[in-house]
């Protein structure tokens, strides 16, 4: 994200030294989706290391980076292998065999001992990346309000893996999903504004596309029976 000079440009300084250039840019390494619970140590080393080689000075992931039993583990030996800060959210598996509010406690509590890990659903402030990219985020949650809910015959796991949505009726369920998508974006809707009245640009991370265009499955962007699945 470096901002490229050109001879029409008369809002760059004129000299620029090798550390003005260094302040400018940032080299962010963008994962997501990495479902670390379904390789073995040994993948998760060697992918840790084609990480290491790309040279980030930032690390984001977007979310489902393992499941409860071991998201912990996975995300710490994330953090003492890269070295640089990492920017996350959590994705629905992540709270996998676990409940939600038992998942990021212990996240939290992870991030306080990890001074590198820092999970943006509890950072009310906007990042700075360089003094003019600012970085935001939310786990986000699916509750199909842009699809149809109700006429969708498609079953979650989240369903029965996730403490909070274990044993609810389809119309309880559905009210639990649009609270935890409320609160996802009363978050983004408290940081946006902040972040956009300060930066010239803004990256938002999140593990759920917020716009029906961008829950794309198979090729096709999702349907309403899918809506369920993808859409926040
Ligand atoms: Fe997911």
Redesign the pocket.
Known sequence: MTKQRTSFDSSFPIELTERTLRDLSVRVCWLT?LHLNMVSPGEVERFAASVVARQADVVLIG??TSESKDLVEQLARLARRLRVPIYFVL???DYYYGSIEGVRTRVDELCRREPELHYLSVVETAVELTPQVGLVGHDGWADGRLADYFASSVMMTDDWLIAELIGLTRADRWERLKALADEAAAHILRMLPMALARYQQVLLLT?VPPFRDACWYAGEISNDEGGRLYCG
Do not use: K, T, V
Request: aromatic content about 0%.
């Open positions: 989706d979310g489902d994705g629905n598996h593990h």
